[in-house]
């Protein structure tokens, strides 16, 4: 069929679709052990750290304008998708807010989590964000651009000029070092972003120029989707369409937004449309990371945004803090399906 990203997108419709049906096959729920994703994280981050040239170091001066607007267009964006949730009467306003931010699935559900919001929902919301990215943005891109993003770009076992075991060897010794650093740096999403930094620091230097097999990522794409996919597991199907119905509206709101401010940045910039567009879409790093490989944009300038706007969202949600987003005491030690989450419109805004 001939389908962008067809390994990313088939796990997670499949297994997505058996646990939203409850499907059981075997004793076991459809989630793959947490080590296939442990393993397959760093790799797609040394992958992607692979393709540091000294070209693209060149670049990166003229980024600072797209990082600037970065920083207007993530409280813009949060502000439009919370005011979108709040058409819905069944969602109320902590759940809205910490829903509507883009980036930080944990931080902002255990935030909401406080301020009296409905896990299960902020859940939903988030992890739709990043499957309606997953889904909708290779498929639109590919039909605006023209572009292949059915391909997956990802590696390749004949780009390193280095015989197999010694390619193996420093691709597995750089993945360790990534994941050693990443966490001892205590960088958000260490296990991806460790490995991505050290690799480009070792390809930048020519100390290294070993490559990820394309089978390997293959592999990891499908580690990836199903894990997606296994979030559907145990949700109501009217909480489910509620969350759809959302999701759909403020994904068409994103997307405009994002594409106004991709086109403006790129006439003023002269960096690549598209790559920008993904730079600022709020799905996975990986994710958006992976569909820039496969249409063969700089996933390192894609990478390095996403990374900010993970830092800026996480750092935005402690600094506005809404007074009306703070949990009633009489909800103290309530669990949250204790916790009503029917909206109380009287309260001030944010």
Avoid at 48 to 58: N, S
Avoid at 104 to 119: K, M, N, P, R, T
Avoid at 296 to 318: C, D, E, K, W, Y
Wanted: a neutral charge; glycine letters at 8%; aromatic letters at 6%.
């Amino acid at each position: 069929m001939n389908l962008p990203l067809a390994w990313l997108l088939g796990s997670v419709v499949a297994v997505g679709l058996v646990a939203a049906l409850g499907i059981r096959i075997g004793p076991d729920s459809p989630d793959l052990p947490p080590l296939a994703r442990a393993i397959a994280i760093p790799l797609i981050g040394t992958g992607i750290g692979a393709g540091f040239t000294p070209a693209i170091v060149a670049e990166m001066p003229r980024w600072w304008i797209t990082i600037l607007a970065l920083l207007i267009f993530l409280p813009v964006l949060h502000h439009l998708v919370y005011r979108l949730f709040l058409l819905s009467p069944h969602v109320s306003r902590p759940t809205a807010w910490y829903s509507a931010v883009p980036g930080g699935l944990v931080e902002s559900i255990e935030l909401g989590q406080a301020a009296g919001g409905d896990v299960q929902m902020m859940t939903m919301l988030h992890v739709l964000r990043m499957i309606a990215c997953v889904v909708l943005v290779p498929f639109g891109l590919a039909l605006v651009s023209g572009l292949d993003t059915a391909s997956v770009v990802a590696g390749s076992d004949s780009a390193s000029d280095l015989v197999w075991w010694r390619n193996v060897i420093e691709g597995v010794a750089i993945t360790l070092a990534g994941v050693i650093t990443g966490r001892f740096a205590r960088l958000p999403a260490a296990s991806f972003f460790g490995p991505l930094l050290v690799s480009a620091v070792c390809h930048a230097s020519g100390l290294s120029s070993a490559t990820i097999s394309v089978w390997v990522i293959v592999a990891a794409q499908i580690v990836i989707g199903a894990s997606l996919g296994a979030r559907f597991e145990g949700i109501s199907s009217s909480k489910l369409m509620l969350a759809i119905r959302l999701t759909m509206v403020s994904s068409v709101a994103t997307y405009a937004l994002g594409a106004l401010f991709a086109w403006t940045l790129a006439r003023l910039s002269g960096i690549n449309a598209y790559a920008i567009f993904l730079a600022y879409a709020p799905g996975g790093i990986i994710e958006m990371s992976l569909i820039a490989m496969a249409m063969q944009l700089n996933p390192i300038f894609v990478s390095t945004h996403h990374l900010l706007r993970i830092m800026v969202a996480m750092v935005g949600m402690r600094l506005v803090h809404p007074k009306e987003h703070t949990l009633d005491p009489l909800h103290l030690g309530a669990t949250p399906e204790e916790v009503s989450c029917e909206p109380d419109r009287s309260e001030t805004e944010p």
